[in-house]
């Protein structure tokens, strides 16, 4: 069959998405498409912090047990999203004063008790999410803040304690090229593999648009150095944005596709790279349009699941 999976297979990538659980539950054809054209899935939402823990000490899996359910079913691998962010955090948690041993102690248990849940199903995991800001230093956080810089090597230890057969990846947004934030991930994690620091790779957003389209020349390049660290990179929740740009929609869809084409094949190229993430299925399930309050149509498939020209491009770089 010519689905995306299958191509992708052939030449060693891994295609995922994003999935929402209530889509998941209620629309037959977005799971056929799910499990038609991918073969990883990372949950959108049902795995953060404040998802998965509304009360302290008490956790409702349903969602993510559901998703970790059907990628299984289906064969599909799954990619947990993600322990430690600053954002989506429990209101009991960030409304509250804690002592530094508190803290640690709460986001321990918290790795410990996910992690350890999925051990045998979720494979790799983005441990810590979007640590770094624009200037290339530490973004304030509730971590940061509570228990200082060395949260984030806690943080891949435990995890790593958890389920030592787990990939775990530092993820991020602009930093895909090279520059300053790009320059601070890199310091980061070199740092963490100086320290023997259980790291395995480095997760590329690649939120983009047609407007701002990637410098491919440096993403290949930025790859290639954190290869040279030992580090994986995955490509782990693209979309390219169309909304903001005049152009007819049939070139706006073709620069989409190109973008799309280049990326995949960067990685496809680059021995150290082998999935390609959508952060989502289709255009009316996509974050973009709700988070940005602009409509957009960033994903490989529209609104009614038809495949879109970036979904052909895909398939033509695999
Ligand atoms: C987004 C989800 O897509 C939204 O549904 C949710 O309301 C907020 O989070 N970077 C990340 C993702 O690492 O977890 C974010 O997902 C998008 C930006």
Redesign the pocket.
């Known amino acids: 069959n010519l689905t995306l999976r299958n191509i992708a297979g052939l030449v060693g990538m891994k295609m995922g998405t994003?999935v929402?659980i209530k889509p998941l539950r209620n629309d037959p054809k977005y799971r056929e498409i799910l499990s038609r054209e991918f073969n990883l899935l990372t949950p959108?939402?049902s795995l953060?912090f404040g998802s998965l823990s509304p009360e302290r000490g008490k956790y409702n899996f349903d969602a993510a047990d559901e998703i970790v359910d059907f990628a299984q079913k289906h064969k599909m691998q799954i990619h947990g999203?993600?322990l430690v962010?600053y954002?989506?955090l429990p209101d009991w948690l960030e409304n509250a004063q804690w002592s530094r041993e508190e803290a640690m102690d709460i986001l321990k248990q918290h790795i410990y008790t996910v992690v350890n849940r999925y051990r045998d199903q979720i494979s790799s995991w983005?441990v810590v999410?979007?640590a770094i800001n624009q200037k290339g230093t530490l973004r304030g956080s509730f971590w940061l803040d509570k228990i200082g810089e060395d949260y984030i090597e806690m943080a891949f230890r435990w995890a790593n304690e958890a389920d030592p057969n787990a990939r775990l990846f530092y993820?991020d947004?602009e930093g895909e090229e090279l520059g300053i934030k790009s320059d601070g991930i890199y310091k980061l994690v070199k740092e963490l593999r100086q320290k023997n620091v259980p790291i395995h790779g480095v997760g590329f957003?690649m939120?983009t648009s047609i407007k701002t389209r990637p410098d491919i020349k440096a993403v290949a390049a930025n790859i290639k150095r954190l290869g040279e660290l030992g580090l994986e990179v995955t490509i782990?929740?693209m979309d390219v944005k169309i909304g903001d740009d005049k152009r007819p929609l049939s070139d706006k869809l073709t620069s989409q596709a190109n973008i799309y084409q280049d990326i995949a094949n960067v990685c496809l190229q680059a021995p150290n790279c082998n999935t390609l993430t959508t952060?989502?299925l289709s255009d009316n399930f996509?974050?973009i349009p709700?988070?940005f309050k602009h409509p957009d149509a960033p994903l490989l498939f529209d609104q009614s699941y038809k495949p879109k020209p970036a979904y052909f491009a895909v398939f033509r770089a695999f």
């Open positions: 994003s929402l959108e939402n953060k999203q993600t962010w954002r989506n983005d999410n979007e993820n947004h957003q939120h782990t929740e952060w989502g996509s974050w709700i988070y």
